[in-house]
């Protein structure tokens, strides 16, 4: 016979005395912050990863994520708060365990679930009666119903709703941001039954600073998610178009923004770039188009967007070619110098960056690119390692024939930049600053 669960006010007693022991699967950008919180509001708490490099740096109090301090994770680890391992049978020492794994697209641009899935069946084989479970991962709506619910119900025997807690809170991670952190942003969160969100809620309530918004369902949860981060795809959208507009109509768009963010109601200020980064924005609407498919829905505006968007790489490059025509200089057999290979300033992440698949572009028009970010001294692709420049000096810029600015990363000095290089792409508009702009052109 299947034990049941707690009693919710058995639950909630034992959250609020800390005496429940918290899971996250997978110790990434957002796992692991997550965990770090949890153990830090005094929570025991067990980070699963398949990788064991990962969860060896934890267990030696070695943090490799920007938004985590590193005295913290030391301390947590040395006072046995936090511990990090591959083995999943671990699974049934959690009283709660939030899913933060990655959500890729493949190669057809479709939604991967594959690690969501792979994840379900490892915690499934030791799923206890009681448990909370808790997919944080980025995905379509449905998902949890669809596929982490079946999952878990078939490899455990036990009944959600019955048996065990099921919910769905969308991660909303921003690497870099220094206001707001996994501590101080609000979470929503959306379950199976009253009691579910209640002692879901709960968890996240003991962790965090800032309110917890629950809504009816997973779903809505999961669509939340997507209409945050499509609404800004749509906008940077817009805003890329009318870049490539303004260009044509010699209208410096830049100075447009801060002319229509003097408007105090009304407008939501958006910037071009050469492109979307990061493990959401480019991702996200893709999940919706995906599956509006499936209800015979085109998302028509939504596509258009993502459109214009996933064009910035190729038009960026487009604006190189110009620029080195206005001096005599082919594009095939230029050196082009990037600066910011990060897919957003002042981190060390290139998940998804444009910048990469605009060298991607440069290099098969024949251009000889090197790259220097004060943030990520190399990168990996496609199985090779690429090694940046180690230093950004007088004789590196003037040796090149471009230097394209892709990352406004603050830590770079673009006076030398200016005074050194003969030509300068601004796609960031980082350098508005400067007074001196004859080499300078902004996207």
């Known amino acids: 016979m299947i034990e049941k669960r707690n009693s919710k006010e058995e639950l909630l007693s034992r959250i609020a005395e800390r005496k429940i022991v918290v899971g996250v699967v997978g110790l990434g950008y957002v796992g692991l912050p997550l965990a770090v919180e949890k153990a830090k509001a005094g929570f025991r708490t067990i980070g699963f990863d398949v990788q064991p490099e990962k969860v060896d740096m934890v267990n030696n109090g070695y943090n490799y994520i920007g938004d985590v301090v590193d005295s913290e994770l030391k301390q947590l680890v040395q006072e046995g708060i936090l511990s990090a391992t591959t083995d999943f049978s671990f699974v049934g020492e959690v009283d709660f365990i939030a899913i933060c794994v990655p959500t890729p697209l493949d190669a057809h641009q479709q939604p991967d679930i594959s690690y969501v899935e792979s994840s379900a069946k490892a915690i499934a084989a030791y799923l206890k009666p009681g ?37 769905f809170s969308p991660e909303r991670v921003d690497p870099g941001n220094l206001i707001y952190k996994t501590k101080n942003t609000p979470k929503v969160v959306g379950a199976y039954g009253d009691d579910a969100r209640e002692v879901i809620a709960a968890v996240y309530s003991a962790v965090l600073d800032d309110n917890v918004h629950i809504v009816s369902s997973p779903s809505v949860a999961e669509m939340t998610k997507i209409l945050e981060n499509t609404y800004r795809n749509i906008n940077i959208g817009l805003i890329n178009e009318l870049a490539i507009l303004c260009d044509r109509m010699g209208i410096n768009l830049w100075e447009v923004i801060e002319a229509a963010k003097t408007k105090p109601f009304g407008f939501t200020p958006f910037y071009p770039g050469p492109g979307l980064g990061g493990h959401c924005i480019p991702l996200d609407p893709y999940y919706l188009s995906w599956k509006a498919r499936e209800y015979g829905f085109h998302t028509s505006m939504i596509e258009a967007s993502m459109m214009i968007n996933d064009r910035m790489p190729e038009y960026t490059v487009e604006r190189c070619a110009r620029i080195l025509n206005r001096r005599q200089k082919a594009l095939n057999g230029s050196r082009v110098l990037v600066l910011g290979v990060a897919y957003k300033q002042d981190i060390d992440d290139c998940r998804e960056s444009p910048a990469l698949k605009v060298i991607d572009q440069l290099e098969k028009s024949g251009c000889e690119v090197s790259f220097f970010d004060p943030f990520i001294p190399a990168y ?14 007088s004789e590196l810029l003037r040796s090149v024939d471009l230097v394209l600015i892709t990352t406004a990363h603050t830590p770079v000095d673009y006076a030398l930049v200016q005074r050194h290089a003969s030509a300068i792409f601004d796609t960031k508009n980082v350098m508005k600053a400067i007074k001196e702009r004859d080499n300078i052109e902004v996207l």
């Open 131 to 167: 448990t909370m479970v808790v997919l944080e991962s980025t995905t379509y709506p449905g998902t949890t119903e669809e596929l982490l619910k079946p999952v878990l119900e078939a490899g455990s025997g036990l009944k959600c709703g019955e048996n065990f807690y099921l919910g």
């Open 380 to 393: 990996k692709q496609n199985g090779a390692v690429r090694q940046g420049e180690r230093a950004l000096t």
